[in-house]
Nanobody, 117 residues
Framework: QVQLVESGGGLVQPGGSRRLSCATSVLIFGDYTLGWYRQAPGKQRELVAT?????????TDSVKGRFTISSYREDLWNTVYLQMNSLTSEDTAVYFC?????????WGQGTQVTVSL
């Protein structure tokens, strides 16, 4: 069983930046994808960004040019980051770390990002 632990959420002013981090409880290897989703109040969970094999990244249109996903494979675990710049109130949501590995989906518990004055 893979556990994902996010950190880095919080309150940030409009136009500001925030970096989210997520660490896996075990090393994921082989054919895998890591990513971030988010869910705003009253809305469905949506894909933000994914990265495959620590190099091939995709982004939803609303964050292109502002967010950057990266991932690294350590000796015993993987880490995935989401650097968020030029944040707006529309980015306020609970952000979930995601992993697809060994034909299974894994989710973190979520971390709240609030963009407000």
């Amino acid at each position: 069983q893979v556990q994902l632990v996010e950190s880095g959420g919080g309150l940030v002013q409009p136009g500001g930046s925030r970096r989210l981090s997520c660490a896996t409880s075990v090393l994921i290897f082989g054919d895998y994808t890591l990513g971030w989703y988010r869910q705003a109040p009253g809305k469905q969970r949506e894909l933000v960004a994914t990265i495959k094999d620590d190099s091939i990244s995709t982004y939803t249109d609303s964050v292109k040019g502002r967010f950057t996903i990266s991932s690294y494979r350590e000796d015993l675990w993987n880490t995935v980051y989401l650097q968020m710049n030029s944040l707006t109130s529309e980015d306020t949501a609970v952000y979930f770390c995601y992993a697809n590995a060994w034909d299974q989906d894994y989710w973190g518990q979520g971390t709240q990002v609030t963009v407000s004055l």
